[in-house]
């Protein structure tokens, strides 16, 4: 029986996604424990469920309803989506948020010695091996190009060498798999990130509630993730060269120091790295006693 004040979401069980998936709901406050088949997380102190499944199943499960959440790279979803489109069926589930993880591309990639690669254009007439066949079309479309696109389920990256494929279409990050197999990277199809999808159904208030809970609680973490708390001492003549030079903070504290000096502690956070560089030439500004520390939690 599905429980009316439980929200299900669902992860990716066992890959790219997973480690940093937990990370971040944990990082968020969720203690789950796991059900004995492993394919359930049961929250401990929020009403909120874990369902570990295959990624690719992800989009279907939230657009089905049979969970109300997942956590799942662009790609699948806007693959899923065009599929559906496809069949004349409008793809319901909605993104809530970017997360910043699980970044890649879907790209194009040509053997290293392709002598005909000369654009996409030299596409006109090949074969292109990949496991997302939607996207793919989708970007043959919109450059005009007519390929016939070979559909695998996996090891996309040898289908040149079996001389299954002139070219392939499939998920880069660092690019050290197309470098192992002799390929070159020439087009980016789709740059991919994790994302949080959602349901098209309403949901009950008490879910309603958790689901916004949950999501200022991602934007807290994934704020704090490049925050730091930055401390310093400045003449207040130094002021308005080292508020130009603190990254990305919006309005710091300032406060008088003790003992009839000229200076000043300011207190800021920044948004943004703060790199030696930067630390350098705030020094080089005026600015001492410098201190740079994680924010732990924020909550705008
Ligand atoms: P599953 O068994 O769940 O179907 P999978 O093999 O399809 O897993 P993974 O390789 O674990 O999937 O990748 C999951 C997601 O991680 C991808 O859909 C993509 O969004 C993201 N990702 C990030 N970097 C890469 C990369 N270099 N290669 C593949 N996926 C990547
Ligand atoms: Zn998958």
């Known amino acids: ?34 059900g004995k088949d492993q394919l359930v997380g049961f929250g401990e102190n929020m009403p909120l469920d874990l369902l570990f499944v295959r990624d690719d199943d992800i989009p279907d499960l939230v657009e089905e309803d049979v969970c109300d959440l997942g956590l799942v790279g662009l790609n699948v979803v806007e693959e899923k989506r065009l599929e559906l489109a496809a069949r004349g069926h409008a793809a319901r589930f909605e993104i809530l948020r970017t997360l910043d993880f699980g970044r890649c591309r879907l790209a194009l990639a040509v053997p290293e010695e392709a002598t005909w690669w000369s654009g996409p254009r030299s596409l006109d007439g ?9 996207l793919l079309a989708r970007w043959l479309t919109e450059h005009s190009i007519q390929a016939e696109i070979v559909t695998l389920s996996g090891a996309v990256e040898i289908a040149p060498r079996l001389g299954r494929a002139d070219a392939i279409c499939d998920l880069v990050s660092t690019g050290s798999t197309l470098v ?48 730091k708390y930055i401390m310093l001492h400045a003449p207040r003549s130094a002021l308005p060269a080292i508020r130009k030079l603190l990254p990305g903070s919006e309005s710091p504290t300032i406060i008088p120091l003790e003992g009839g000096t000229d200076k000043v502690a300011v207190h800021a956070v920044c948004r943004e790295n703060v790199f ?10 005026g600015a001492s006693a410098l201190l740079v520390l994680p924010v732990e939690k924020m909550l705008a």
């Open 1 to 34: 029986m599905d429980n009316p004040v439980r929200l299900k979401l669902a992860v990716q069980k066992s890959g790219r996604l997973t480690d940093q998936s937990i990370d971040l709901l944990g990082r968020c406050g969720l203690k789950f424990s796991r």
């Open 126 to 134: 090949r074969r292109i091996a990949t496991t997302y066949p939607y």
């Open 180 to 227: 192992a197999n002799r390929l070159r990277e020439v087009e980016v199809v789709l740059e991919s990130h994790a994302v949080i999808v959602r349901t098209p159904l309403s949901l009950a208030a008490a879910k309603a509630d958790w689901v916004e809970r949950l999501l200022m609680r991602v934007d807290g973490v994934q704020q704090v993730r490049e925050s």
């Open 276 to 285: 030696w560089e930067t630390l350098e030439a705030l020094k080089a500004a």
